[in-house]
């Protein structure tokens, strides 16, 4: 069990560009969620995956947000035409099947100037 | 949509003295977990919590589930420097244990020696 890992774990991005992060789940864990955190808030849900499924996506991302799983191991989550206001810790976690309990990685924190 | 509140946000206490946070859903939960967050750290599961009324302790810490399963408590007894982080409460709507997890705000603890 090697734990969740996130890359890279600091982005600094211009307005405007796009940028990509990349999250491993603990070996065998079928579902991967992605959250986003500001300072100082909780985890704020950003959407689901069960296997290479994506079974929810939260009503307050923009299309500018687009997620995949496309094995149903790693995922990927994509911002385009980053915004200043997407500046956040973006923690991706996963959990066993049959369990509730989420697991999290140390995070991707995206700076846009 | 879901809410899930914690009160108070922030609390300050003396090495020794008890601490509790409130956790509050705006609908019926099928169950509510609790993590810790230490400063510069990511989200750590300690405890989930499925059944109505439900105690359950874990060394100086308590933790409840309100009988119409839509609010929650943590008390830890006689706190010690090693309590400070951030603690989230963490809710899920419906009656299956998989789902997009809501988080609080989350109650800063921080802890004078």
Known sequence: DTGVSQDPRHKITKRGQNVTFRCDPISEHNRLYWY???LGQGPEFLTYFQNEAQLEKSRLLSDRFSAERPK???????????EQGDSAMY?????????GELFFGEGSRLTVL | GQQVMQIPQYQ????????????NSS??????QWYKQR?????????????SGEVKKQKRLTFQFGEAKKNSSLHITATQTTDVGTYF?????????TGKLIFGQGTTLQVKP
């Open chain 1, 36 to 38: 986003r955190q500001t």
């Open chain 1, 72 to 82: 149903g191991s790693f995922s990927t989550l994509e911002i385009q035409r980053t």
């Open chain 1, 91 to 99: 923690l991706c976690a996963s959990v066993r099947s049959g369990s």
């Open chain 2, 12 to 23: 300050h206490v003396q090495e020794g003295e008890d601490f509790t946070t409130y956790c």
């Open chain 2, 27 to 32: 609908t019926t939960l099928s169950n509510i």
């Open chain 2, 39 to 51: 400063p510069g750290g990511h989200p750590v599961f300690l405890i989930q919590l499925v059944k």
């Open chain 2, 89 to 97: 409460c963490a809710g899920r709507e419906g009656s299956s244990n």
